[in-house]
């Protein structure tokens, strides 16, 4: 099991490198990169490697991946980075029917060899619109893990839900395509309105523990990145969070 920090959490922090210095007493050592930190990799990796942190994994656009797949390669070399993870489609991009997705998912597999081919992990994460049944009803992340067999898939648990499917369902039903679960929690309705409905770890509507449960009885290798997309206190929030998971992890264990 790794546990770590998605850094889109933090991008409300003026200094992202003195922020590192910081995570290590929350008992943060890993992180998940995003665009926001990879304009410079080199003082990046720097300033991890002076505060004991890594990043095992990092999102990087498709149209990055697409436009100049070497240069993704040479900063995921620098950082570290060994799992990949497509991260999102605007909405303007995003296809329409299931010939539209079929087509997408050819794409994310064709990436998937590129990087296998130097030894890197590449993977799918999903938001609620892959779950939201198009004209003929077909469910759009089905197509993309059916038609991309090479590609992995990090796991937004909480996207799933907002989706309106269930996030055990799909644990279970394509459990050997983890590589990532993204860990979050929904504030009861009405709540954190502010934060657009997102919460701190186990302050919310999320049932974890069996969650985590469920995908730990899939794979020992997962990677467990905390997330908020918009926390109100993003240092609070990482705290918080990382001290509620390792709670959490240490109740379901055994």
């Known amino acids: 099991m790794t546990v770590a920090l998605q850094l889109y959490s933090m991008r409300d922090c003026a200094d992202q490198i003195a922020l590192l210095a910081q995570l ?7 992180v998940e990169g995003y665009g926001g930190v990879y304009a410079d990799p080199t ?17 990087m656009g498709l149209a990055d991946i697409e436009g100049d797949f070497n240069a993704t390669l040479r900063i995921i070399r620098t950082l570290g980075i060994t799992r990949v993870f497509a991260p999102y489609l605007e909405e303007k991009d995003r296809p329409q ?71 055990l369902a799909y644990v279970q039903r394509y459990g050997n395509r983890l590589s ?48 908020h997309d918009k926390p109100s206190d993003p240092v609070g929030y990482a705290k918080r969070s990382a001290a509620a998971f390792q709670t959490l992890w240490e109740s379901t264990h055994g």
């Open 43 to 59: 003082a990046y990796r720097a300033a991890m490697d002076a505060n004991g942190v890594s990043m095992p994994s990092g999102h």
């Open 180 to 227: 990532a679960i993204h860990v979050k929690d929904i504030a009861a309705e009405g709540l954190n309105l502010d934060e657009d409905g997102w919460c701190d770890l186990g302050d919310g509507t999320m049932d974890w523990a069996t969650l985590l449960q469920a995908c730990r009885s899939q794979s020992n290798d997962l990677i467990y990145a905390l997330e």
């Open 24 to 30: 290590p007493a929350m008992g943060i050592s890993k």
């Open 97 to 167: 029917t299931a010939a539209g997705y079929a087509d997408l998912a050819q794409r994310l597999n064709k990436a998937a060899k590129q990087y296998a081919e130097h030894g890197i992990f590449f993977g799918w994460h999903n938001h609620d619109f892959e779950f939201v049944a198009l004209a003929d009803g077909s469910i759009p992340m089905d197509i993309l893990l059916d038609t991309a067999p090479d590609m992995a898939w990090e796991a937004d648990l909480a996207w799933i839900v907002r989706g309106g499917a269930d996030p």
